[in-house]
């Protein structure tokens, strides 16, 4: 009895060894195309945007004396100073909508999205004479697409647009106390993450509503972002609402994608934790085998343990082709006709069929499906491994050991 479960144990380790490799591989493929292919991603559909608050400002000018000693005498010199004075925005309605759209390459699926971009600013003269008003918009990622394009100042579009490394600027007089509306609207496309930021010289926002419509469900907010004040269900996601009326600074908007099911690391999740399920079934397997004297060889164990392997094996290079979904199905399917199919002429059709078909089905079907449930993985395993203990516990409890471990003429 030493030496069969010396050699049972042999086996699963080396199998355990196995799928160690095969999840690492997994592994080393997907990180090895998410540093690739991401960045084509990123330059055929666009990066992660972040939107920035326009900075608004007037400039004055100073004289600035300074001194220097040459030859004995102070000469002094007078430069002039161009100082640059922000000014905060009166009042800031904006609407952005988020159209989710994901896209696959390799073994990843990315949180691509399309852009609805439309901002209302009014900028104000406090001061008691006429400026010059500088407006400067900042798109927010460089290098991307920016489609249907409007810039209108008081009524009017403007049509001869003067930029700068991806800024808009836009100089306005207005007469002290006098105000003007700026409409900025613009369609884009993104990566992972959507941000709104008020801007490095801003110390204070007044009269600010952001609107964003999403057309997903699933939202989530990033680290060191503000949740909204307001949110309302829609038809297909939410309408989402952040309003101040007087905010101090030194925090931003954002809005995280959610991710879909990415096989890679799906698939070397499920990989690396297939030890468990072995051990589960291995140890199920041994107990009956051995209550009901039935003969089960060490090399029947390591074929077992084969067509586990080939169940990880197979979904690790199917996905690549066909959903993971069917990629899973399908797997499962095969696993367990290389198992009952040989085991049927191991043990015979009933035990087969019954007992070891049921068991396969919950320790390595429904053991990996659990992984399609994020955040609940651990405790389905938890329960899993503890039913399985009192469903041992309560068949071998008036076991005599002894004589089920006694060696007999009949018994391997």
Known sequence: MIKKL?????????IVVAWIILGSTVLVRTNTQDYKLKGAVGQLWGTVQVQKAPSVYYETKRNV????????????EFQTETLTNYLPLKSSLINASLDLQHRKKGLLWYPTYTVKF????????????????????TFPAKGAVYDDFRFIVGGKAVE?????????????????????????????????????????????????????????KDIDFPENSISPTARTQIKDGWELQWQYSNLLTGVKIGMDLPDKLNPGPWVSSVTFSAPISLFLFFFLLFIFTTLRKIK??????????????????????????ISIHAAFFISSAVSILLVVSYMR?????????????????????????????????GLAITILCVVTLFVVMQFTGKVDWEAAFQKKKDVV
């Open 160 to 216: 001869n647009i003067e930029m700068s490394t991806d800024t808009v600027k836009q100089f306005i007089k207005l007469a002290p106390g006098k105000q003007e509306d700026i409409e900025i609207s613009y369609t884009s496309q993104g990566l992972d993450t959507w941000w709104y930021e008020f801007g490095d010289n801003v110390s204070q926002v007044k009269n600010f509503l952001l609107t964003i419509k999403t057309n997903f």
């Open 6 to 14: 010396s050699a049972i144990i042999f086996i699963y380790i080396c």
């Open 345 to 377: 002429l191991v043990v015979g059709s009933r035990f087969a069929f019954l007992e070891i078909a049921i068991s396969q089905f919950v320790y390595l079907v429904l053991f990996s499906y659990t992984f399609f449930f994020k955040g609940f993985t």
């Open 296 to 321: 089960v060889h060490q090399m029947n164990y390591f074929f077992i343990g084969a067509a586990f392997f080939s169940f990880h094996l197979l979904l690790a290079y199917l996905v690549d082709h």
């Open 118 to 137: 439309a901002a209302r600013y009014t900028v104000s003269n406090d001061t008691p004479k006429l400026q010059d008003i500088f407006f400067n918009f």
């Open 65 to 76: 004396e300074s001194k220097r000693v040459e030859g004995g005498k102070t000469i002094r």
